[in-house]
């Protein structure tokens, strides 16, 4: 299918979601944007949807039966063609199913479902991954919209409302999951968003306490985040780009040193022949 958007509105508020990757590639609340636009300077996506790997898997390559197959940085959902399932003026259902080709990178049957639905002031994504295989289905997905942000030094914080470990781990070279860690200034469940933060790698919170969270994002307003079975957060910016990502991940990049089967890979979810498992992220926004 080639690329095409799908227009969803409610009340005022617009989001513009691609056939091609089921990406969000604009959502706006009356008069304000509040998605990065994608600039190849910095970095052509918006709001990539990440499956079946989240990060970067070892030598570029995941293992399965004593075989290698290719696999680039969080999987290739972001740059095939999904189909339509059902469509209504503030929401949409679109669906990517295996095929020859995805099977040359990933050897395994999947039916991986995206709606999304819009609010007055907010959106949802909700993933549902199926089985209809013979065999376990590993896998791990994620969305990873930027926000445009203009790093207000007075005021950009992410704020938590459970007790989080102000420490991440270190990104190995080949965007691996080191064992060492690094501080973060985080404090009082309040973690300023600053260029410095971000400009070396990813900030990787993994095994998050919170559930939900909110990004005070300075005169743009307040990004609110929700997230139901997916358990790590990353914040990611490229340096001097206008934007920030807050991506919510089921699992994450391969440890350092992994070289084991992708049945194996920590953080990969295993779903039964024939099952099926949900997960939920909504977005809401406050006018600052």
Known sequence: MPDSTITLRRDGAQLDIAT????????????????????????????????????????????????????????????????????????????????????????????????????????????????????????????????????????????????????????????????????VPLAGGTLPVTRALLANEAVCFLDLASRSLRFDNGPRGTISLRMQDMPHLALWSPPGAAFVCLESWTGHGDPVGFAGDITEKPSMRLLPPGGAARHLVSFGFRPG
Not at 38 to 61: E, H, M, N, T
């Open 20 to 183: 091609l990757g089921a990406e969000p590639r604009r959502w706006r609340v009356g008069d304000q944007d509040l998605l990065w636009h994608g600039d190849a300077a910095y970095w052509p996506k918006i709001s990539p949807v990440l499956f079946p790997v989240v990060g970067w898997c070892r030598d570029a390559q995941i293992r399965h039966r004593g075989r290698a197959y290719p696999m680039g940085v969080h999987g290739f959902a972001a740059q095939s063609s999904f189909s339509f399932v059902a469509q209504a003026e503030d929401r949409v259902t679109l669906r990517l199913q295996d095929d020859a080709a995805s099977r040359r990178q990933f050897p395994f049957a999947f039916a991986l479902e995206l709606r999304y639905r819009l609010r007055p002031s907010g959106f949802s994504a909700r993933f549902t991954i199926r089985n209809p295989g013979d065999e376990a289905l590993p896998y791990a997905l994620g969305l990873h919209p930027g926000f445009l942000t203009d790093f207000d030094p007075a005021s950009a914080r992410l704020r938590f409302p459970a007790e989080e470990t102000p420490e991440v781990p270190v990104i190995a070279p080949g965007g691996l999951i080191s064992e060492q860690r690094r501080p």
